[in-house]
C-alpha cells in the first residue's frame, strides 16, 4: 500500500512535510531506545505493586456519601506510596488540579510569621496569587502573613547552593519549594540528581523546614522520582503523567508521614482528614491510568524530542534542545513573532482528536498574568498528557507544546503545523 497517497491527499499533509518529518524521526530514532528501556522498567514497578495490594475489581466499586472504608481510595494510596518510595501518600479527585494540590501544600505547611522560599526562581504562574507575588490578593498566603523570598537560578540555569547556604540563616524560613518542570518559561527542568544535591545540603543547614516539590509534568521521565530524596512531599497533578491520559481528574502527593498527615488536614478538615472522601465514578481509571503512564509518557517524550529536531533544524531555537536530557515532557520552541505562535498552536488545535474544528485564539485566562493561546483538544479537558500547546503572548514568542497520547498523533500534528506554516509563508521545506 502506497500510504503517502494517503497522507497527501487524504489527510492534506505538504509531501515535503511528510519527508521532513520521516528524516527528522530516522535521525533520532537511536535515542527512542533508551525511553523505551525506562518505560519498561516503570513499567515492571508498576506491575509488581498492583501485584503485591492484590487489585481486584472490587478497588473499582463506587462509593457514596462519607465513603468511609473506600478501598480502592486507600488502596490507591498505598499504591502511590510504594512506586514513589516514600512513607505515606495521598491520591484524590477532589483535588481540581495541581495548583491546588501545590496551594493545600502550602497552607498545610505554613503558619502567619512564616517565610516560604523558593530556590528555583520564579514559580509557576497560578502560584503567584496563592503566594501573593505581585499582588496581596485576598486568601493569599502574603494575607495570611506568610513572606515570601526566591533564589533565582545560576545563568547556566542551575540551583544557587551558595545562595542557600545564605538565606536559610532566616529562621522564618519554614518551606523549600522547588519546582522540577521548566512550566511555562524556557529555563532548564531540574533533574532527580540536582535535587537530590540540593535537599541534601538544606538537610544539612536545617532540620526544621519541609521540602516542597513541584513534581508536575515530570513523573516516569526518569529513573526515579523527588520522593527518592530527602523531601518532604512531592506533589503533581493526575491529568499529566501519571494519570496516564485516563484519569479525568485529580492530583496526589507523596511524602513522609508528618507532612502527608498535614496536608489531609487541609484537603478536608482537621480531625476527618483522609477518611472521608467518596467516588461514585470508580477509581476504575485512576489505577488503568497509572498503569499506562509509563507508556504514555514515553509517547510524549518521543514526540517532544522530534518536535525538537524538527524546529531546531527549521532555525529556531528550541527549549531542551533535542539531544539534552530530559526531565519532564515539555518542549519549548521560540518563534520569532506572535503571528507565528498563533499559527503554531492554531494548526496543533486542527490536528486534535477533539474539537478539532475550533480555532483558538489568545485570552484573559485565570490565573495568568498576559493573554495565553491555547490548543487543547483533548478528551479530558485540559489534560496536558494529551498532545497540547500553551503559549503566552508575550516575548519572547515562545509556545510550549507536551503531551501526545501516541507518538503517531504527534508526529501527524507536526506534519500539519509544517504544512499550514509553510503555506503561510513562514517556513520554507526544502
Ligand atoms: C501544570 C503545572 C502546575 C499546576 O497546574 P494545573 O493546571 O493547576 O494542574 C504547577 N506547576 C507546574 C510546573 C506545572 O507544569
Keep these: 500500500m502506497n500510504y503517502q497517497n494517503y497522507y497527501v491527499n487524504d489527510a492534506v499533509i505538504h509531501p515535503k512535510a511528510l519527508q521532513?518529518?520521516?528524516?527528522?524521526?530516522?535521525?533520532?530514532?537511536?535515542?527512542?531506545l533508551k525511553i523505551d528501556e525506562r518505560a519498561q522498567y516503570h513499567q515492571s514497578r508498576i506491575l509488581n505493586t498492583f501485584t503485591r495490594h492484590r487489585i481486584s475489581q472490587r478497588h473499582f466499586a463506587a462509593t457514596s456519601g462519607y465513603g468511609y472504608g473506600d478501598d480502592g481510595r486507600d488502596t490507591l494510596d498505598l499504591v502511590f506510596k510504594d512506586l514513589f518510595g516514600c512513607e505515606d501518600a495521598l491520591v484524590r479527585p477532589q483535588w481540581v488540579s495541581g495548583t491546588h494540590v501545590i496551594s493545600d501544600s502550602?497552607?498545610?505547611?505554613?503558619?502567619?510569621?512564616?517565610?516560604?522560599?523558593?530556590?528555583?526562581?520564579?514559580?509557576?504562574?497560578?502560584?503567584?496569587?496563592?503566594?501573593?507575588?505581585?499582588?496581596?490578593?485576598?486568601?493569599?498566603?502574603?494575607?495570611?502573613?506568610?513572606d515570601y523570598k526566591q533564589i533565582e537560578l545560576t545563568p547556566e540555569g542551575c540551583i544557587n547552593q551558595a545562595e542557600i547556604e545564605k538565606q536559610?540563616?532566616?529562621?522564618?524560613?519554614?518551606?523549600?519549594?522547588?519546582?522540577r518542570s521548566r512550566g511555562y518559561s524556557i529555563r532548564r527542568s531540574l533533574t532527580i540528581k540536582e535535587i537530590r544535591e540540593s535537599i541534601e545540603l538544606i538537610r544539612k543547614l536545617r532540620n526544621d523546614v519541609f521540602v516542597l516539590v513541584d513534581n508536575c509534568y515530570g513523573e516516569f521521565t526518569e529513573d526515579q522520582?523527588?520522593?527518592?530524596?530527602?523531601?518532604?512531599?512531592?506533589?503533581?497533578?493526575?491529568?499529566?503523567?501519571?494519570?496516564?491520559?485516563?484519569?479525568?481528574?485529580?492530583a496526589y502527593a507523596a511524602g513522609t508521614k508528618k507532612a502527608i498527615q498535614l496536608l489531609s488536614s487541609r484537603l478536608t478538615s482537621p480531625g476527618i482528614g483522609r477518611e472521608v472522601g467518596s467516588y461514585p465514578s470508580s477509581y476504575q481509571y485512576f489505577y488503568?491510568?497509572?498503569?499506562?503512564?509509563?507508556?504514555?509518557?514515553?509517547?510524549?517524550?518521543?514526540?517532544?524530542?522530534?518536535?525538537?529536531?524538527?524546529?531546531?533544524?527549521?532555525?529556531?531555537?528550541?527549549?531542551?534542545?533535542?539531544s539534552d536530557h530530559r526531565s519532564d515532557i515539555i518542549q519549548a520552541i521560540e518563534f520569532h513573532s506572535s503571528e507565528e505562535l498563533i499559527s503554531f498552536c492554531q494548526a496543533i488545535q486542527s490536528a486534535s482528536p477533539v474539537e478539532g474544528y475550533v480555532v483558538p485564539y489568545p485570552w484573559d485566562m485565570p490565573g495568568y498574568d498576559h493573554q495565553v493561546i491555547m490548543a487543547a483538544g483533548a478528551f479530558v479537558q485540559g489534560a496536558s498528557i494529551e498532545l497540547s500547546a500553551d503559549a503566552p503572548i508575550k516575548k519572547p514568542y515562545v509556545a510550549y507544546l507536551q503531551g501526545g497520547l501516541t507518538f503517531e498523533h504527534v508526529k501527524l500534528a507536526i506534519m500539519k503545523v509544517l504544512t499550514v506554516m509553510q503555506k503561510e509563508g513562514y517556513i520554507q521545506l526544502i
Excluded at 20 to 32: G, L, P, T
Excluded at 118 to 146: A, F, M
Excluded at 228 to 239: E, F, N, P, Q, R
Excluded at 295 to 319: C, E
Design 106 to 146: 502550602l497552607y498545610a505547611l505554613l503558619r502567619p510569621g512564616d517565610t516560604l522560599l523558593s530556590i528555583s526562581g520564579e514559580p509557576y504562574d497560578t502560584l503567584h496569587d496563592v503566594i501573593g507575588i505581585k499582588k496581596c490578593v485576598p486568601g493569599s498566603l502574603c494575607e495570611w502573613q506568610v
Design 225 to 250: 522520582e523527588p520522593s527518592s530524596t530527602k523531601a518532604d512531599l512531592v506533589v503533581g497533578s493526575l491529568i499529566k503523567n501519571p494519570g496516564g491520559g485516563l484519569a479525568p481528574t485529580g
Design 168 to 179: 536559610l540563616i532566616d529562621p522564618t524560613i519554614k518551606v523549600v519549594l522547588i519546582q
Design 20 to 32: 521532513f518529518v520521516n528524516k527528522a524521526q530516522d535521525d533520532i530514532i537511536s535515542m527512542f
Design 288 to 322: 488503568q491510568g497509572l498503569f499506562l503512564a509509563p507508556h504514555t509518557v514515553a509517547q510524549a517524550l518521543k514526540g517532544a524530542i522530534l518536535t525538537g529536531r524538527i524546529f531546531d533544524q527549521l532555525g529556531y531555537r528550541v527549549f531542551p534542545h533535542w
